[in-house]
DNA sequence: TGAAATGTTGGGGCG
DNA sequence: ACGCCCCAACATTTC
């Protein structure tokens, strides 16, 4: 049956851009024309509490070049980008009443206010008799299929399903189900966009670049487009995978596969990532399951992040254990704020992170835990500071995992480390950083230094700081604090925990 | 996916 | 040969 020309779809693209393995796309593409529709929606058209949804500056520079080449993809299949601005249920609904579409497909999303939003959105266009229908194009999973006490709601248990508050047998229990899926095909060829459906406007207009152009290290670092994202994926299966349970931890590395941000914005999906490992073991016999296992887990944790999100949505911005309610924070010290911020806190496996972020918009993970850990613990300043600082720097910022990410270090979260395991950053550097590499990549002012002091400059004695050049205090700061002063400091302040009257 | 304090063990120097 | 001390190495406990 020949489809009439008034039969117009949208396929509303959030963060799923890629022409592979995306449901919404394909349902779309059924239809006998086609809008692929991206709704920029600025601060002021976003509800208050979606605030948290809103790209921070690094997402902005990785959603502009990603649409970008998504807009190429689609022109070689005869279609084309269609961007609008403003609210989305004003403009989708506009389409529908005015422009003769009768069918809007997405890929979910699951910060709360989306969920709420989206809901509102659906049942609104319906009412209006438009055709909508939405999927899971992002998660091996979704957030309410796993639980505990009967992992189907056609279980014959009588006890309420739980959602899992620990990783491990939350893990176990989707290998179980079965994290295996075929991914869908990207379509052959697409249906064109209907002439003049809506004066689109220009992606440039939206102005997600940054005016002052800072981007030169995200640039180098990045390219976003789903091929890239393969070409990142192909890489990692060859040349890191087989030594990643030991690589993934040493920062100097390539030993970790950079898909992050690639998975933020839907370049790539988790089951395509989870059917290339497959086939990739199939043709690697020699392959250490041990290696394949470990990867996957980290796709485990991100599918977490989102449990634990769907099921316990205050854990955006508050702890998930209430006990932390009882702690009295201490005025954060402005001039700790702006060392950890700008990389010049005189801990050197710190400042390597930060300038990482702030130059690449990402950190490695061993690093993260690290800075996270100096901020929350030895500076004492509340997760959520440091929470919306990597969300507005991060390329692959993503709302469930920072949260919950944060969480863990802080030791409020789920299945988190107890507040009495406080990293020590010269060690951690020492042990992971042996040869001081990271350190001379990013501290380049220390470069000079001789591997036995580079994680610990302030150790130095006069003689060698004065031959590698660095004069702390100079060209290199003192540490803006005193490491195991602080951690007693940390130490005495969550021992308040101990007395709290509620149980975790 | 912690660090530091404390405890234990065993070899070697030494009187 | 023996007891004593020191200390590295490792194990356990504590935060």
Request: charged letters at 20%; a neutral charge.
């Amino acid at each position: 049956m020949k489809p009439s020309p008034a039969d117009t779809a949208i396929w509303w693209i959030r963060r799923d851009l890629r022409l592979a393995d995306n449901p919404a796309l394909l349902a779309a593409a059924q239809h006998g024309r086609l809008i692929p529709l991206y709704i920029h929606a600025e601060a002021a058209d976003a509800a208050h509490d979606e605030a948290h949804a809103a790209p921070g500056a690094a997402s902005r520079w990785w959603l502009h070049h990603g649409l970008k080449a998504l807009d190429v993809q689609l022109r070689a299949l005869g279609s084309g980008l269609h961007v609008a601005q403003g609210k989305a249920e004003n403009v989708l609904g506009q389409y529908v009443r005015e422009h003769g579409v009768n069918a809007v497909y997405w890929n979910r999303q699951y910060a709360p206010a989306q969920i709420a939003r989206d809901t509102r959105i659906k049942h609104d266009l319906r009412a209006q008799g438009a055709q909508v229908a939405s999927f899971n194009a992002s998660l091996l999973n979704e957030p309410w299929s796993i639980s505990q006490g009967g992992k189907n709601d056609r279980g014959k248990s009588d006890a309420p399903a739980r959602p899992y508050k620990v990783f491990t047998p939350y893990w176990k229990a989707c290998l179980k189900q079965g994290i295996e899926h075929t991914p869908l095909p990207a379509p052959e060829r697409l249906p064109p966009v209907p002439i003049n459906p809506l004066a689109g406007i220009e992606l440039d207009s939206l102005q997600l670049l940054p005016r002052i152009s800072w981007d030169r290290g995200l640039t180098t670092a990045w390219t976003p487009s789903e091929y890239s994202a393969w070409s990142r994926l192909r890489t990692f299966l060859e040349q890191a995978l087989s030594s990643y349970p030991e690589g993934r931890n040493l920062p100097a590395q390539a030993g970790c596969s950079r898909l992050s941000p690639h998975l933020a914005f839907g370049e790539i999906s988790p089951r395509q990532i989870v059917h290339a490992l497959r086939q990739f073991q199939a043709t690697h016999p020699a392959l250490d399951d041990e290696a394949v296992r470990v990867f996957l887990s980290e796709l485990g944790w991100r599918e977490f992040g989102y449990h634990l999100l769907y099921h316990f949505p205050h854990t955006l911005d508050t702890a998930l254990n209430p006990r932390w309610e009882v702690l009295q924070w201490p005025q954060p010290e402005p001039q700790l704020w702006l060392a950890w911020t700008h990389g010049q806190t005189g801990i050197p496996l710190v400042d390597a992170g930060m300038r990482e972020l702030w130059h690449t918009g990402w950190m490695h993970n061993r690093v993260r835990m690290n800075v996270a850990s100096l901020l929350v613990k030895n500076m004492l300043i509340p997760w959520q500071h440091g929470e919306r600082w990597f969300a507005d720097t991060l390329v692959d910022f993503d709302l469930a995992s920072n949260a919950q990410g944060w969480q863990w270090t802080a030791g409020c979260g789920a299945d988190a480390a107890p507040y009495f395991r406080i990293f020590n950053p010269v060690l951690q550097g020492e042990k992971f950083d042996p040869d001081g590499d990271y350190i001379r990549r990013w501290v380049p002012e220390l470069a000079a230094l001789p591997t036995r002091w580079i994680h610990r400059p302030w150790e130095a004695p006069a003689q060698v700081l004065q031959s590698a050049e660095v004069t702390l205090g100079m060209n290199y700061p003192r540490p803006v604090l005193d490491l195991a002063a602080s951690r007693q400091r940390a130490l005495a302040f969550f021992a308040a925990l101990k007395q709290a009257p509620t149980a975790v």
